[in-house]
């Protein structure tokens, strides 16, 4: 089967391709399609999820699958959270995300920094499905004093794996792919597309 992958993010497009490798489906991403973004208009991250999934499949007549993802830190009442993409303004940038984040939490000391990266993955059979499949995965962590690594992309130079003693832009793909907040929702999708086949 083919399915829409409803992302313009290239880190995000390589990392789902990547986790999404050898379920037996097609993956095309939404640009490949002549599909371009849609408004992320909801309060959450599981409306944001289905806005792009019934869009990519509106256009494309194709099962769609989407993510939205962010980083929530506790210290910051939840902030970037829903924001985290566009954080520093628009156009999104990755570097002036990660200083305006650093910034707000200058002075807050290590125990407090707490943090996760939080994903919803949603698969939508049809634009109209009314049963889509949802589902969320988290990563705990907390977020360091300087960018650390030069791997991933968005705020992974800046979060911290304690068991492991690496930001996320300090692991190799392998290991980001066993323990993200991505690969733990789509470990729990990837039962359903089975089914689908």
């Not at 979060?159 to 300090?170: C, M, N, Q, W």
Request: proline share 6%; hydrophobic share 45%.
């Amino acid at each position: 089967m083919k399915i829409v992958l409803a992302s313009a993010n290239r880190g995000k497009l390589a990392e789902l391709r990547s986790l999404l490798d050898g379920c037996g489906h097609e993956i095309v991403p939404q640009g490949e399609l002549g599909v371009g973004d849609v408004a992320e208009t909801g309060l959450t991250f599981v409306e944001n999820a289905l806005i792009k999934a019934r869009h990519a499949a509106q256009a494309t007549g194709l099962p769609a699958l989407a993510d939205d993802s962010g980083l929530i830190v506790d210290a910051l009442d939840g902030a970037p959270g829903l924001y985290s993409a566009r954080y520093a303004g628009t156009p999104t940038d990755d570097a002036a995300n990660n200083a305006k984040l650093l910034a707000a939490l200058e002075g807050v000391p290590a125990d407090r920094r707490t943090a996760r990266f939080h994903a919803v993955i949603v698969l939508l059979r049809h634009p109209a499905d009314p049963q889509p499949l949802i589902a969320e995965g988290s990563w705990e962590g907390v977020i360091v004093d300087a960018p650390r690594g030069s791997n991933g992309f968005g705020y992974n130079p800046v979060f911290l794996d304690p068991a492991h003693g690496l930001t996320a832009a300090e692991m190799d793909a392998p290991l980001k792919n066993r323990i993200s907040h991505r690969a733990r929702a789509l470990s729990r999708l990837r039962e359903a597309l089975a089914a689908l086949r």
